[in-house]
């Protein structure tokens, strides 16, 4: 049996990560269809999109750069067009604050800061050199893509809850940076191969809490629920005898109160013994 030369096999591993990262790019939909439907992005945080365009922009200027970047040039233009769709229905329903922090954001990193690399690699470097340096910084922030939901996995283990760290998410990031680590290995661009090993580590690990939070959540909740239920129940029923006797010896006072004043209002009768 022939074993598939490595450009036809580089070719058909870079198609599958163009429809995995696809599929990343889909995964955040019912998150934002939450968002829609509350008219609140709660507690859902807009780093990871921001860093995902940042991340997207840059291979995108790579692709451009390399000689045969046309997978990376396709996936990427893609990835922009979604993860500023992701970011503009972000900016809707957050509130004042999270609005101003994602518009420092955008505008620190993917304006100024893709525009200082732009134009220091375009001035001070040429030819290959230009494609390490940006091929380097690429990997860099590749890492910061994959390193990006740490910050749901923080707050996954503060609330001991994974409603807002999407398993779609983790999963299909885990499989593109499989696919994008054999690509990189199989063209010899390690500049794509070496940021995807971290990825795949962070993406199991964000599997892995997932599961660990999931099951506890199942088995905890409802008891918790109950107890509180059944706490509730009590209280409540505390309080209302508590209304009762204090209405009741609202009454009794009340009454006494009544009967001292009929009888410091009633008149003396004169007696035998006075006359």
Not at 22 to 41: C, D, M
Not at 83 to 103: D, G, N, P, R, W
Request: hydrophobic letters at 50%; one cysteine or more; charged letters at 15%.
């Amino acid at each position: 049996m022939a074993i598939p030369a490595a450009p036809h096999m580089a070719f058909a591993v870079g198609i599958l990560g163009n429809i995995v990262s696809f599929l990343v790019y889909l995964a955040p939909l019912p998150t934002f269809y939450r968002i829609y439907k509350k008219k609140s992005t709660e507690e859902f945080q807009s780093i990871p999109y921001a860093v995902a365009l940042f991340s997207a922009m840059l291979l995108l200027y790579y692709g451009f750069l390399k000689t045969n970047g046309l997978m990376i040039i396709t996936i990427n233009t893609i990835g922009c067009a979604m993860e500023a769709t992701y970011l503009i229905l972000f900016m809707l329903y957050a509130t004042k604050e999270a609005k101003i922090y994602t518009t420092k954001m955008l505008i620190f990193f993917n304006v100024g800061v893709y525009g200082l690399i732009i134009l220091c690699t375009s001035l001070f470097s040429h030819g290959k050199m230009r494609v390490t340096i940006v091929g380097w910084i690429c990997a860099i922030f590749s890492v910061s893509n994959f390193a990006a939901p740490l910050g749901i996995m923080t707050l996954v283990i503060r609330t001991k809850s994974v409603e807002y760290m999407p398993f779609a998410l983790s999963f299909f990031l885990t499989l593109c940076a499989i696919m994008w680590f054999f690509y990189g290995f199989l063209i010899k661009d390690f500049y794509i191969a070496t940021p995807n090993i971290l990825g795949f580590v962070f993406g199991i690990a964000q599997m892995v809490l997932y599961m660990i939070y999931k099951e506890n959540k199942n088995q905890v909740l409802p008891e918790v629920k109950l107890q509180d239920l059944a706490t509730t129940v009590i209280n409540l029923s505390t309080i209302m005898e508590m209304q009762e006797n204090f209405k009741a010896g609202t009454y009794h006072v009340q009454e006494e109160h009544a009967v001292n004043e009929e009888a410091n209002n009633k008149p003396v009768e004169e007696s035998e013994s006075n006359v």
